[in-house]
């Protein structure tokens, strides 16, 4: 409705205060991750009644008044094999869109794009390889957050950098994360990105973001005395304007 009343605002997907669920999903992976919290919540929820209706019938009829003679039944084959094979059935079908979103979110198709991310004491890196300029450098930019005091209106607090990694809508991109001092890890909410950042190995991930606007995220492990200080803005934008910004990064 805000979009409707006011054309030129922007959408952020970032935390919001007193939030209990995901953000909204800019990728079908966190589309598939958000599914199965839901079909899992389902399960959950009927295991939950099931068995608080149990131990309250239980309570209720193991008081004397209620049960003056009680039972003698000490061994009952059919509600064994009921309580035994019911769990492993859950968990079975459970399983099947479980690994189908293990090996999803493992698998890079085709990329297109490569993107280097580098973790620092306490910033990122970023290099884009597939580009070089006529000395046949590629793109190579340091991100810092912004700090409290130099912040504009409407900029949010911890979460803004100086250079933003600017990515193409549908399009498979994947990303290069390794670090160069401590563990590191790049984290992005909306984008159903999380891969950690070890020193001396090159750990890697995939998106393909559906739709534009800025995506942040942050460093998610602890990583020394600034590790909530190091941000991490994803801009995605059309095509056009993606070669557009690339232009100008190979001109400067």
Not at 29 to 44: A, P, Q, T, V
Not at 183 to 206: E, F, M, Y
Request: glycine share 4%; charged share 15%; hydrophobic share 45%.
């Amino acid at each position: 409705m805000l979009v409707a009343f006011y054309p030129n605002l922007a959408k952020c997907d970032v935390a919001e205060n007193w939030q209990i669920n995901f953000q909204d999903s800019a990728t079908p992976i966190m589309e598939g991750i958000i599914n199965l919290h839901h079909d899992l919540m389902f399960f959950i929820c009927v295991v939950l009644i099931f068995v608080t209706w149990m131990l309250v019938r239980t309570l209720w009829h193991f008081e004397y008044r209620q049960n003056i003679v009680p039972s003698s039944l000490t061994h009952g084959t059919l509600i064994e094999v009921i309580w035994t094979t019911t769990p492993a059935l859950i968990l079975l079908i459970v399983a099947i869109p479980s690994f189908s979103l293990l090996y999803a979110m493992d698998e890079i198709i085709s990329p297109a794009i490569t993107i280097k991310t580098l973790g620092h004491q306490w910033y990122w890196s970023y290099e884009y390889s597939d580009y070089t300029n006529e000395s046949d450098e590629p793109i190579v930019f340091d991100s810092y957050m912004i700090p409290e005091d130099e912040l504009e209106l409407g900029q949010l607090r911890l979460l803004e950098v100086d250079n933003h990694v600017v990515v193409p809508l549908n399009t498979h991109i994947r990303i290069v994360v390794s670090a160069a001092d401590v563990l590191h890890s790049w984290a992005v909410p909306s984008l159903g990105i999380k891969c950690d950042a070890i020193p001396g190995r090159l750990n890697q991930t995939s998106m393909f973001v559906k739709r534009e606007g800025l995506y942040y995220g942050q460093c998610s492990e602890i990583c020394g005395i600034n590790h909530g200080f190091m941000p991490i803005v994803v801009e995605a934008v059309t095509l056009p304007n993606y070669v557009t910004w690339i232009y100008n990064k190979l001109s400067n």
